[in-house]
């Protein structure tokens, strides 16, 4: 089976990368087109605060080209504010329609918040919510070590459902980093050490963060280690605060490639 390590970051469309990113005058427009030349993998935000629709997803599927892939992130209805959630997945899985036809679907995203605590109505709650992504791609990143245990990774592996693997501070009851791969494929998301805002900052400030050549080689082993087991492993760099992610993103490839 052919192995994949593919890289990329959590967003692509921020005015501010325009000098350390994109070129100097590069309209919105045009940031799609440039980051997929430079990167094979994007994570989708915005499909966290709004639903996804099959026009906009596919026009981004035909703006790429044929191996790029995407990541989509759950919307807020389906991991923060839960109310119907089988109908709220219903349209999401209605809004990707044009990712999954083109064949450049890596994976739905489920970040979940600090306080999913492991507790039977939450593992109630996940296991139909997997239920209804069956046959989809499905990453779940938590937020609380309380989830880091082997029942979870069982749980997941029985459903082919990736266990999200982090970088974040090293602050007490937050993950900690792990090679475990619980399906077919693997995610790592890097969110920054940025220990001061991690609890206070908003979505910039608390991903305020360049990581160091001797951070990233931490995760050299650990991606390798991935890889020997599943036959992608997708990488998404959250520091998107002035370009960092790019930067690191493209300095952990260099990297793998020894």
Not at 80 to 103: Q, S, W, Y
């Amino acid at each position: 089976m052919k192995q994949q390590i593919l890289i990329g970051t959590s967003g692509y469309s921020y005015k501010e990368w325009v000098g350390p990113v994109y070129p100097p005058g590069t309209a919105p427009k045009d940031f799609l087109e440039l980051y997929s030349g430079m990167f094979p993998l994007a994570e989708l935000n915005f499909s966290y605060y709004r639903q996804p629709d099959q026009r906009t997803m596919g026009r981004m599927a035909h703006m790429t080209g044929d191996d790029f892939t995407f990541v989509v992130k759950g919307h807020k209805s389906l991991t923060h504010e839960i109310k119907n959630f089988r109908e709220d997945a219903a349209v999401f899985k209605h809004g990707i329609g044009p990712l999954t036809e083109a064949g450049k679907l890596g994976a739905v995203l489920l970040q979940f918040p600090y306080s999913f605590h492991y507790v039977p109505r939450s593992r109630k709650y996940l296991d139909a919510l997997c239920a209804e992504f069956e046959h989809i791609p499905l990453a779940v990143e938590f937020r609380n070590s309380e989830w880091q245990n082997d029942s979870v990774y069982n749980g997941l592996k029985k459903r082919n459902v990736a266990l999200v693997s982090v970088d974040e501070p090293d602050l007490p009851k937050l993950l900690k980093p792990t090679e475990i791969t619980t399906a077919d494929f693997a995610y790592v998301r890097f969110h920054g050490r940025n220990q001061q805002n991690w609890w206070t900052g908003d979505n910039v400030s608390r991903y305020d963060y360049l990581y160091s050549d001797d951070e990233l080689m931490e995760w050299v082993p650990r991606i390798q280690t991935m890889a020997a087991t599943a036959h992608r492993v997708m990488v998404a760099f959250n520091n998107h605060s002035k370009g960092q992610a790019a930067q690191n993103a493209k300095r952990l490839k260099e990297m793998l490639e020894g």
